[in-house]
């Protein structure tokens, strides 16, 4: 799976956030399973960055108390360091990698905002604000989740998911640099690309074909699914189509382009592998706790 080069091989690394909170990785079959790092505080979004040698991973901790954190390890799971400490983001939960500008973007749920750092946890910044305050906090339409970024466009994308199963998920998209002149809480440039969703989750891109991905952990038929969407529609015409149903509220997905595969984490504790299409859908674990985030990488051996 995946166009590998001699001496390359493949891993999984996926979060469950019961148990204790764990990070794990596994072969793109499911075998060989490795214990990286437990003791998490409810972790829901994980990234890799291959040529630094760390996964990071985010905490959403309790919500109540505003103690979400990020933390890395090696990819042995040695050298475990906070790099955004308790309480300097709410709630945060997928977390993706920008390497080529050296940046960390999350979603931070009841913090209602899209935020991102350097990769040593510095220069904290807040990219779009959704509320302020407990009462906007209480309404979950200003949730922020899922969170992706195509740096060809300039764009980052993200998720609202509104309460469960309402039907009220949207997927928005805004310029990477808040507008000058403006401020998080008010950008002009803010797009609304779907709404009505049951409860959009995690999104990812395929930057080769400009395809964005998403979860849904809403109820079906829209629910419990993967889906996917072009993202320079013809006539700006939004448009998008399921690819797998049937998930147990599904949360993570990663993308293995090259392969033409992907993989789908729901917190059934169920990992699914699958054609970028859908086809050949596969379980390669079960019954694995409640899972949440999964990133997938080439380790160089």
């Not at 996917?228 to 939004?238: A, E, H, I």
Request: with cysteine.
């Amino acid at each position: 799976m995946g166009g590998n080069v001699t001496g390359d091989r493949e891993r999984l690394f996926v979060l469950e956030a019961s148990g204790g909170g764990r990070l794990f990785s596994v072969n793109p079959d499911g075998s060989d399973k490795k214990v990286l790092v437990t003791g998490c505080r409810i972790p829901d979004g994980v990234a890799v960055d291959m040529s630094a040698g760390h996964i990071y991973w985010t905490n959403m901790g309790v919500p109540s108390e505003n103690d979400g954190s990020i933390e890395r390890v090696d990819l042995d799971g040695g050298n475990r360091t906070t790099i955004v400490p308790e309480g300097a983001t709410h709630t945060p939960k997928q977390l993706h990698l920008e390497a080529a500008e050296g940046k960390l973007y999350w979603g931070d749920r009841e913090g209602m905002r899209v935020m991102r750092c350097d990769l040593d946890g510095s220069d904290i910044e807040t990219l779009v604000q959704t509320g302020q305050g407990d009462e906007d906090s209480r309404d979950e339409t200003n949730w922020c989740v899922g969170v992706a970024v195509d740096p060809v466009g300039g764009n980052l994308y993200w998720s609202q998911k509104g309460p469960s199963d309402a039907g009220l998920g949207r997927i928005l998209r805004a310029g990477l640099a808040v507008p000058a002149g403006e401020t998080a809480a008010r950008r002009t440039d803010i797009e609304e690309l779907f709404d009505g969703l049951p409860e959009p989750i995690d999104l990812e891109i395929d930057l080769g074909e400009r395809t964005l991905y998403w979860t849904d952990r809403g109820d079906p038929p829209k629910g419990n699914t993967v889906n996917r969407s072009p993202l320079d529609p013809p006539d700006g015409l939004w448009t998008s189509e399921i690819l797998l149903t049937h998930l147990m509220e599904g949360i993570g997905i990663a993308l293995d382009p090259d392969g033409d595969h992907m993989y789908v984490t729901d917190l059934a504790g169920s990992v699914y592998a699958a054609g970028l299409d859908g086809s050949d859908r596969k379980e390669i674990l079960s019954a694995q706790g409640n899972l949440t985030g999964i990133a997938r990488a080439v380790l160089h051996t």
